[in-house]
């Protein structure tokens, strides 16, 4: 069983999870609105994602008969002026919860909790990976403000739609 403190931790961190997946579907909204269908269609993608690794985390305590507590979310930000701002927005949300995964896997090791320090070392990967590609899309979306067909034209292009990645923990609710 994982330490009470971790378990504690954790069950926040799905909560920031889940205000994350908001968050992504408001500024998926905003771009819909602004009929950006490839920015859009990224931001629903990261939205999905959130919630898979709210999901892996549950998982996670389900599978060590720790306690599940779902907490609730504030309301996302919902209204942007442009295009560069949404970005920016989701940019500082990647940063923050690569600081609170960190802080996971510390308190992980100070408590001695190893299966739970390594279930977490997907998601130190994962982040790093998070802060890149958003970093990147900063970059195109402050370049390319006002010409929005570059920016759709370039995530069209380099967004990776992904496909399952099969070192990635078990989601809660996923077949299989």
Do not use: C
């Not at 919860?97 to 992980?108: E, F, G, H, K």
Request: glycine share 4%; hydrophobic share 45%.
């Amino acid at each position: 069983m994982p330490a009470d403190r971790f378990v504690a931790q954790l069950n926040a961190q799905i909560g920031h999870e889940l205000a994350a997946h908001h968050q992504y579907l408001a500024v998926a909204v905003h771009y819909d609105a602004l009929t950006m269908p490839q920015m859009a269609a990224y931001f629903y993608r990261q939205a999905l994602e959130e919630r898979e690794h709210a999901m892996m985390m549950v998982q996670y305590l389900l599978d060590t008969d720790a306690e599940v507590v779902v907490p609730g979310t504030e309301a996302p930000v919902s209204r942007f002026d442009g295009v560069v701002a949404p970005v920016q927005l989701a940019l500082d949300q990647e940063k923050r919860v690569t600081a609170q995964i960190n802080d996971l896997v510390r308190v992980a090791r100070e408590e001695l909790d190893f299966a739970s320090e390594q279930f977490l070392h997907w998601f130190v990967k994962e982040q790093v990976e998070e802060v890149s590609s958003m970093s990147d899309l900063l970059a195109v979306v402050t370049r390319n403000a006002d010409d929005i067909d570059d920016i759709e034209d370039w995530i069209a292009r380099e967004s990776d739609a992904g496909g399952e990645d099969p070192t990635a923990p078990r989601a809660a609710g996923a077949a299989g």
